[in-house]
């Protein structure tokens, strides 16, 4: 299931409850942006606790030093909202799965020529199903594409049939207040969907 779980302002006190109703839910990537509260230590006990089931890692990494903060937790993920390719070479280099965020075709081939592994079309709502397409008629077909920002049940299918391969997923699946149950209830709607929508 390509479903990436966007956990912004995760505590570390919160992230193993709210990872564990996570991967009972399905999803089996989670990331935690680097902007969260002392988001090292949620990646590091994610990991510790789930790393076996759910690729774990980052989002909203920036630099290459930001990268190599990562690698040591033992995460395999490094999620990014913009396209340097000195962050996704430093995560290749470190063996972990780059996910750079694209707009437009020329920063998509430019994440691609830097061995990007697939691509984070960022903020999804902006480009549109019609712009996904758009971006695909051009992309290499087996380049995998997923939609951050703006994803819900109810348009999974639009983007689906757009073309994309996955979706991150931010507030859809996780606020800050939201209690363990809250999460699980969201987790299972987006699966739901993405069974339906497939």
């Known amino acids: 299931m390509n479903l990436v779980a966007i956990l912004r302002?995760?505590?570390?006190?919160?992230?193993?409850?709210?990872?564990?109703?996570?991967?009972?839910?399905?999803?089996n990537r989670?990331?935690?942006?680097?902007?969260?509260?002392?988001?090292?230590?949620?990646?590091?006990?994610?990991?510790?606790a789930f790393g076996e089931q759910a690729m774990i890692g980052a989002g909203t990494v920036l630099t290459v030093e930001q990268v190599a903060q990562v690698a040591e937790t033992g995460a395999r993920l490094i999620v990014s909202p913009n396209c340097n390719p000195a962050v996704i070479r430093?995560?290749?280099?470190?063996?972990m799965t780059s996910f750079p965020g694209v707009?437009?075709?020329?920063?998509?081939?430019?994440?691609?020529?830097?061995g990007a592994d697939a691509l984070k079309l960022f903020p999804g709502?902006?480009?549109g199903p019609i712009g996904l397409r758009?971006?695909?008629?051009?992309?290499?077909?087996?380049m995998p594409l997923y939609?951050?920002?703006?994803?819900?049940?109810?348009?999974?299918?639009d983007w689906l049939a757009a073309g994309a391969t996955g979706f991150g997923i931010g507030s859809s699946i996780y606020k800050?207040?939201?209690?363990?149950?809250i999460v699980a209830d969201k987790a299972r709607r987006l699966v739901d969907a993405w069974n339906v929508a497939q």
């Not at 430093?90 to 063996?95: D, I, L, N, Q, V």
């Not at 707009?103 to 830097?114: G, H, K, L, R, S």
């Not at 939609?147 to 299918?157: E, I, Q, R, S």
């Open 9 to 27: 302002g995760i505590t570390p006190d919160d992230v193993l409850e709210i990872g564990k109703v996570l991967v009972e839910a399905g999803i």
């Open 30 to 48: 989670i990331e935690v942006p680097l902007n969260s509260p002392d988001p090292l230590i949620s990646i590091r006990k994610l990991q510790e």
């Open 134 to 142: 758009a971006m695909k008629a051009v992309l290499p077909r087996e």
């Open 103 to 114: 707009m437009t075709p020329t920063e998509a081939f430019v994440a691609i020529d830097a």
């Open 176 to 181: 800050p207040d939201d209690s363990a149950q």
């Open 125 to 127: 709502e902006l480009v």
């Open 90 to 95: 430093a995560s290749k280099e470190a063996g």
């Open 147 to 157: 939609a951050v920002g703006g994803v819900t049940p109810a348009n999974m299918a």
